[in-house]
């Protein structure tokens, strides 16, 4: 038998190594398992069975844990609560924040370079109250269509551990006495999206260059492409965006209205969301770029990303708008996301 392989392994029968590949083996005419092995990748197993007289060749193609989940990822699947989730395998950069000059700009919207190259999987839609009552029945809920809200960020991360739990991840988020105290970044277990990834996908994703709003760079609301503070809120809420209708005067079931470039709904209205990141004041370095940012450890207060049913200025309605919330609120949801491979990319 001839074996080879690529990258180079070695060769090994039971308890026995013969070597690195290529290498050639003599062996009994009847039945074995050869096992190509090399550290940092997924071993191979070949059936093969000698014949006299003949060079049989065995060639095998390694892959590392990582490169070997990409091939074997579905795109999207639904997952044991019933979220159905999108992978996004990404090599991509992002200018976070917004310039001074920017119309409807906060100081707390620092620009931040950043670059994305971990693929990861996210919910199409944000979680719903049937999908939260899962984890904990004991909230009240409304209809199970309508996204949950009035969540704290510990219980939204704590609901990222029940689901990875459930499907034999290792959790991600790190807890003691009831608490979240920090996180494991090299772990593909469900998590929110980070600060990053959220502006990412509703400014950049499935668009030629980087928008200030999830629809584009106009201010005009394009149709159904949002629940926010429409002409039904005259009267209910302080601003409104006006000659605009998307039918609904309140919070909206999950995916009512139109996906976005990156095939994510409602990430434009309908409820704000919890991301991953603690909320800083702190100015960053300018000339840096920042790879995969998650934030610090731990802290009082997260960060609360996209708008709502009662946004109804410019400033609210821009994916940069960011908050700092440490309580629940009725008008802010999650999302989840979670890693395809926790480790570094190979």
């Known amino acids: 038998i001839r074996a080879e392989s690529s990258p180079p392994a070695s060769v090994w029968l039971g308890a026995k190594n013969y070597g690195m590949t290529p290498v050639t083996?003599?062996?009994?005419?009847?039945?074995?398992?050869?096992?190509?092995?090399?550290?940092?990748?997924?071993?191979?197993?070949?059936?093969?069975?000698?014949?006299?007289?003949?060079?049989?060749?065995?060639?095998?193609?390694?892959?590392?844990?990582?490169?070997?989940?990409?091939?074997?990822?579905?795109?999207?699947?639904?997952n044991q609560a019933g979220i159905k989730?999108?992978?996004?395998?990404?090599q991509d950069s992002l200018t976070m924040g917004a310039p001074r000059s920017e119309k409807g700009q906060r100081a707390n919207e620092f620009q931040r370079r950043i670059r994305l190259t971990k693929p990861f999987y996210?919910?199409?839609?944000?979680?719903?109250?049937?999908?939260?009552?899962?984890?904990?029945?004991?909230?009240?809920?409304?209809?199970?269509?309508?996204?949950?809200?009035?969540?704290?960020?510990?219980?939204?991360?704590?609901?990222?551990n029940w689901l990875s739990r459930n499907e034999k991840h290792r959790p991600f988020y790190k807890i003691m006495d009831g608490r979240v105290t920090g996180f494991d970044s090299q772990t593909d277990g469900y998590r929110l999206l980070s600060e990053a990834e959220w502006e990412w996908l509703a400014r950049k994703?499935?668009?030629?260059?980087?928008?200030?709003?999830?629809?584009?760079?106009?201010?005009?609301?394009?149709?159904?492409?949002?629940?926010?503070?429409?002409?039904?809120?005259?009267?209910?809420?302080?601003?409104?965006?006006?000659?605009?209708?998307?039918?609904?005067?309140?919070?909206?079931?999950?995916?009512?209205?139109?996906?976005?470039?990156?095939?994510?709904?409602?990430?434009?209205?309908?409820?704000?969301?919890?991301v991953h990141d603690v909320y800083s004041i702190v100015p960053p370095?300018?000339?840096?770029?920042?790879?995969?940012?998650?934030?610090?450890?731990?802290?009082?207060?997260?960060?609360v990303k996209g708008a709502n049913w009662r946004s109804g200025t410019i400033t609210t309605l821009r994916p940069a708008f960011r908050e700092g919330l440490s309580g629940a609120r009725d008008d802010v949801g999650l999302r989840v996301a979670r890693y395809l491979y926790g480790g570094e990319n190979e």
């Not at 009035?150 to 990222?160: E, I, L, R």
């Not at 370095?285 to 960060?303: D, F, I, K, M, R």
């Open 25 to 78: 083996l003599n062996l009994a005419a009847v039945s074995h398992q050869i096992s190509f092995k090399k550290p940092g990748y997924r071993t191979v197993i070949k059936s093969v069975q000698p014949k006299g007289g003949v060079v049989q060749r065995v060639s095998a193609q390694l892959f590392t844990e990582y490169q070997a989940r990409l091939r074997e990822a579905p795109r999207e699947f639904i």
């Open 285 to 303: 370095t300018q000339s840096e770029v920042v790879s995969n940012p998650l934030g610090q450890q731990n802290g009082g207060a997260h960060v």
């Open 85 to 90: 989730m999108k992978l996004f395998v990404i």
């Open 205 to 274: 994703s499935g668009k030629r260059k980087q928008t200030i709003f999830s629809w584009g760079n106009e201010t005009i609301i394009p149709p159904q492409s949002a629940n926010v503070a429409d002409e039904s809120g005259k009267g209910q809420v302080r601003f409104f965006v006006p000659n605009y209708e998307d039918g609904y005067s309140g919070v909206a079931p999950v995916g009512s209205f139109n996906s976005e470039p990156s095939g994510i709904y409602d990430m434009a209205g309908n409820v704000s969301e919890w």
């Open 122 to 160: 996210v919910s199409m839609y944000e979680i719903t109250n049937g999908q939260f009552a899962k984890f904990n029945p004991d909230k009240p809920t409304g209809k199970p269509n309508i996204p949950a809200t009035g969540v704290t960020w510990q219980q939204a991360a704590k609901f990222c």
